[in-house]
């Protein structure tokens, strides 16, 4: 075993535990990678060694994004687990938590629901500078209100504050080199971030080669001086992953006599398309035999990218309404077509998932493939993209869409896929050129109650059937903060779903009989229906919000019925009525004129 490595670990072990001695509580960023692996049983083992001088608990954070690449998220569930058995046997003050994006932010919701453009190395760089507001809406944001209420309990029980310990490392690459020494970070001292966070990168000097040699000792437990809290089986695994990730030429060949390469391999979320033209890693990966079934997620994150710049695929209404009474007609969010063929894609792979996997289970049974411990654990589903939750949060958002043809859109993908067993494999789309993005105009709506007046949620049949449907409640309808009358809804602190009735809807009552009946209802009918149910509960204080975003698509829906358009007829219809920005901005000045005229009259 190479002492020089054990030296360092025991450096690393030394400087926390003076900080715990302090009455700090130390918090790992765990991601599940190499280096965050390192820093978290480090930290623990500090945490062990300083048993009398504990401040409540000590933390290990992850976060789930929702679309991270299945064999790394897999990875780092079990190692949580193993992590918790780990604190709990050894009576360690340490708890594990797992962070995810609000149910609206979430890939799934955000880009099919709500037309949300991907982000890419186009879209995503500002002031010269890449932007990742993914990253923002799905980790920093998520963790941030976490590590708000642990901070909270952690001072009440007397600690100092929170100090997170973070793998970084210098020799990452030299951006990273650049941007820790302009924090000053370094291996044996604490940080203070902008934001208020203390943080303290034990492994700041460490090189890749280390960090496996580190991953080395911990396969060899019996000649650690302390105990592990990860199996050598475990490292195995992660030591798989990233040769997976690396063309099978990471070399890193685990124990006292192996030989050691470096391994850069990085590993993002799968659907990740600000990583540019190619997901290198994804790529080597799926070209392994037991990660295979990965290729349809690459195949759906490249036709993400191809089709960014296709204009065709977009919805042309504008999403608010300016001060003269009009609505910006230009190319912005996804449009209806495309956003059900994105969740056709999604749905399918995620059949083909549980379809290969029950193949995998008959051949093991069969004796048609080895008995191995890889092959057993293929036999499990490997991924969800789409769970019932996240499909009646899509569908709530498609059943406010002008163009959608009836209620339960989004259910309805899910059944002609889970049901009928059609299949929508991903299509081969060359990618599109960078286009400019036209403004056409600006069409006229008022407050969406000129040509096809709407009343968004207002749920008539509820109104009347509610005192018998559920007699308990307070009111059969509410109100929004601008005071119109809707369906009746629930609120809590953020938009959600409730995950237990929501899956017992999609896979029990929504059969195919509900499907039939509901083709011929207005796709409205089902965002009412969500919110009575209380299956959907909107973000407090924000139901005017949803209301607006309701007699929008509402408005432009009962347009094309009134004038007998289709959604192509209508899009050109909207361009050719549109009024240029010039005048747009006339009719702003003059309407501003008109109003302080009436306030000196008055």
Same mark, same amino acid.
Request: charged residues 25%; contains cysteine; negative net charge.
């Given at each position: ?29 765990? =991601? ?7 820093? @978290?049983? +480090?930290?623990? !083992? ?5 048993? &009398? *001088? ?116 210098? =020799? ?7 941007? @820790?020494? +302009?924090?000053? !970070? ?5 940080? &203070? *971030? ?409």
């Amino acid at each position: 075993m190479d002492a020089g490595i054990l030296v360092k670990m025991e450096v690393a072990i030394s400087v926390m535990q003076s900080y715990i001695a302090k009455d700090y509580v130390l918090s790992c960023a765990m =991601s599940g990678g190499k280096d965050s692996s390192c820093v @978290m049983v +480090l930290m623990l !083992e500090a945490i062990r060694r300083s048993a &009398r *001088h504990h401040r409540g608990s000590h933390y290990i954070l992850s976060a789930d994004t929702t679309i991270e690449n299945p064999a790394v998220a897999n990875h780092l569930h079990a190692v949580l687990e193993e992590v918790q058995f780990y604190a709990e046997s050894a009576g360690l003050p340490v708890e594990v938590h797992v962070t995810k994006p609000s149910l609206a932010s979430q890939f799934v919701v955000s880009t099919i629901g709500r037309g949300t453009l991907v982000r890419t190395p186009e879209n995503g760089v500002k002031d010269g500078k890449r932007i990742r507001a993914c990253s923002d809406d799905w980790k920093v944001r998520p963790q941030g209100r976490l590590r708000t209420l642990l901070a909270r309990e952690a001072s009440n029980k007397g600690a100092r504050e929170i100090l997170t310990i973070l793998g970084m490392r210098r =020799s990452e690459s030299a951006s990273r080199d650049t941007a @820790m020494a +302009l924090r000053g !970070e370094s291996a044996d001292s604490v940080i &203070r *971030h902008d934001s208020g966070a203390l943080t303290l990168s034990p492994l700041a000097d460490w090189s890749t080669d280390e960090i496996w040699s580190m991953l080395g000792a911990l396969m060899e437990p019996d000649c650690l001086p302390f105990p592990s809290p990860l199996a050598p089986a475990t490292i195995a695994r992660l030591s798989d992953v990233y040769r997976a990730g690396n063309g099978g030429t990471c070399g890193v060949v685990l124990g006292e006599s192996g030989a050691r390469a470096a391994c850069g391999s990085r590993f993002g979320c799968a659907l990740c398309c600000v990583s540019g033209d190619r997901d290198k890693s994804m790529e080597f990966m799926v070209q392994e035999t037991e990660h295979k079934h990965l290729q349809p997620l690459n195949d759906f994150r490249n036709y993400l990218l191809a089709i960014q710049w296709d204009l065709s695929r977009r919805d042309l209404v504008g999403r608010t309404i300016s001060e003269a009474g009009y609505t910006r007609i230009q190319a912005d969010t996804y449009g209806w077509h495309e956003r059900i063929s994105m969740l056709r894609m999604l749905c399918t792979i995620d059949a083909m998932e549980r379809d290969r996997a029950e193949e995998h289970e008959a051949n093991l049974a069969s004796g048609r493939i080895e008995d191995t411990e890889g092959n057993r654990s293929l036999c499990d589903v490997q991924f969800e993209f789409v769970t019932p939750q996240q499909l009646v949060a899509i569908d709530f958002f498609l059943s406010m869409h002008h163009y959608a043809p009836h209620a339960f859109p989004a259910l309805a993908v899910w059944h002609d896929v889970n049901v009928l067993g059609r299949r929508y494999p991903v299509p081969n789309v060359d990618p599109f050129p960078k286009v400019d993005v036209k403004l056409h105009g600006w069409y006229r709506v008022g407050h969406y109650d000129l040509e096809a007046p709407a009343d968004g949620l207002r749920d008539y049949s509820a109104e009347q059937w509610n005192r018998y449907l559920h007699p308990g409640r307070a009111s059969r309808y509410a109100r929004t903060t601008g005071g119109e009358q809707t369906a009746y809804f629930e609120e809590a602190s953020q938009f959600e779903v409730d995950a237990q009735a929501a899956c017992l809807f999609v896979t029990c009552t929504y059969d195919t009989r509900f499907m039939l009946e509901t083709q011929a209802r207005d796709a409205i009918e089902s965002a009412r229906f969500w919110l009575n149910e209380g299956i959907v509960r909107l973000p407090r204080g924000m139901a005017q919000r949803y209301q607006d975003m309701a007699k929008r698509g509402q408005y432009f829906s009962r347009l094309a019925l009134r004038h007998n358009l289709t959604p192509d007829e209508l899009d050109a219809y909207l361009i050719r009525s549109s009024v240029g920005d010039g005048e747009h901005d006339d009719l702003i000045v003059r309407n501003s004129a008109q109003a302080d005229l009436f306030a000196e009259t008055a």
